[in-house]
Structure formats: structure tokens, C-alpha cells
């Protein structure tokens, strides 16, 4: 979690592993939570959770090139 003083804490840190479902349960939660109340986090989220989704696209081959 960040801290930014004008707004209060951040999850901006969490959400990569949120978005790989690496976070442990409680973990998770709290992110999730926060999302549900945070534009910023929600909108940082989405576009972190687009590229992991465009991830799993890739094969082997398009990594060795």
C-alpha cells in the first residue's frame, strides 16, 4: 500500500499480484475492498489487469523473437 497525502493510502503497489491472483487471501481482500471505493486504484487496476490478461496470449515463440 502507498501513501499519498492528499488522498490517503493506495493499493497501487498490490495491484500486479492482484491481478495475477498472487496475493494471499487476506491480502486480496483488502485490495479488492479498496478497489470497490477507490476510482484510482479502480482505474490503475483495470488497465494493470488488460495487460496480465494480454499475458497469457503470448507463446514462447513470441517471446523469442
Do not use: F, I, K, W
Not at 485490495?31 to 483495470?46: P, S
Request: with cysteine.
Amino acid at each position: 500500500m502507498t501513501a499519498d497525502p492528499e488522498e490517503g493510502p493506495h493499493m497501487r503497489q498490490s495491484l500486479g499480484a492482484y491481478a495475477l491472483h498472487a496475493l494471499p487471501d487476506a491480502e486480496a481482500y483488502a485490495v479488492a475492498r479498496h478497489l470497490r471505493n477507490c476510482e484510482r486504484c479502480a482505474a490503475d487496476y483495470a488497465a494493470v489487469a488488460e495487460t496480465a490478461a494480454l499475458l497469457a496470449l503470448l507463446t514462447e515463440e513470441d517471446l523469442l523473437e
